[in-house]
């Protein structure tokens, strides 16, 4: 569709984060500031206040603290070259080519880009006095300052990360509610695709809860992250023993006991610890088991065999889940 020669935009393409108003609101902030107290190249403060907004609170602190400390190893270098040498071209470039691996060696390369905004304002000054000190050391207090205090607030992520919970319970009940159909039926259509889109999702789900660690300064873990460690580790068994459920040559009797096994648990997947009361169910499956007959051949045989090596792989899954404590959902009560 184009409307009045222009190609339609897809609005739904163009967002507006909340780390993006806080760094245009900062910024704002940081020049106004600096712009009332009259500083020179008072822009250069929101320049600053951009470069310590960070997506957690913790990154933002070290941001600050590896471009002050940048800052103020640039200043060093400045005098000594400028003052020393010149203020030509090539003094600053033989002075970046020194400073540069001096902060590396600090670990405090990421300041680098403010460390050269107040380096490029000495070497506009043509001189050092106590005045452009001052003014610049007043340029990183208000640009750092700002930055960190705008990067106080984080939203409540909470709801996404009770999003992300629900879809990997939801994911994992689909997962053996058809392998327990298979193990009935001997064949499905499945095609196994909630097995990709649980490792998408445990995969960004410890990734926003490693952010909400980063967001509290005296929170070394979050128990999201922990139950989604833990689904992952289920997951690699899930993915471990679901060929030797897929590959069985014949369909036998202890399929119908481990099918019934996994409608149950399918049925109750949930952030609860229910772990031990499975464990007991499932020894009553290997019970049920060697009361039936032996194999008549090679295929069946085989077939017990996989269910038998599966079913101990399930208790493994169990003994992960059992091992958690159990995540407390606000709202809501675990089953």
């Not at 119908?256 to 049925?267: H, P, R, S, T, W």
Request: proline share 3%; charged share 20%; aromatic share 12%.
């Amino acid at each position: 569709m184009k409307v009045a020669g222009w190609e339609a935009v897809d609005l739904k393409k163009f967002s507006i984060g909340y780390r993006t108003l806080k760094t245009a609101i900062g910024a704002a902030i940081a020049i106004a500031i600096a712009q009332y107290f009259e500083l020179a190249s008072y822009a250069s403060a929101g320049i600053l206040t951009i470069l310590c907004v960070q997506p957690t609170k913790k990154k933002s602190l070290h941001a600050a603290y590896t471009r002050f400390v940048a800052s103020i190893v640039g200043m060093l270098y400045a005098f000594l070259s400028f003052e020393l040498f010149s203020y030509h071209p090539l003094t600053l470039a033989g002075m970046l080519v020194l400073f540069i691996p001096t902060i590396v060696s600090l670990k405090v390369a990421d300041g680098f880009v403010s460390s050269a905004v107040i380096i490029m304002h000495i070497y506009a000054a043509k001189g050092f006095s106590l005045a452009l000190v001052t003014n610049e050391f007043a340029l990183m207090a208000i640009g750092y300052g700002t930055g960190i205090a705008i990067n106080m607030y984080m939203p409540d992520i909470q709801k996404e990360l009770n999003y992300y919970r629900v879809k990997i319970e939801e994911l994992y009940s689909k997962i053996f509610l058809e392998i327990a159909s298979y193990l009935r039926q001997g064949d499905t259509l499945w095609d196994g695709q909630e097995i990709i889109q649980a490792i998408k999702t445990l995969n960004d789900a410890k990734s926003l809860a490693f952010k909400d660690v980063e967001n509290h300064f005296t929170r070394r873990q979050n128990d999201y992250y922990v139950y989604f460690d833990m689904r992952e580790q289920q997951l690699e068994i899930i993915e471990r023993v679901l060929p030797k459920i897929t590959a069985l040559p014949v369909i036998v009797q202890e399929a119908e006991i481990v099918a019934d096994f996994l409608q149950d648990l399918g049925e109750h997947v949930h952030s609860g610890n229910t772990a031990g009361h499975f464990r007991e169910k499932l020894e009553l499956a290997k019970r049920d088991f060697a009361e039936l007959p032996l194999p008549t051949n090679h295929q069946e045989f085989v077939a017990q065999a996989a269910l038998y090596q599966f079913i101990e792989e399930m208790d493994r899954y169990l003994e992960i889940k059992q091992s958690f404590k159990g995540l407390k959902v606000k709202g809501k009560r675990p089953q």
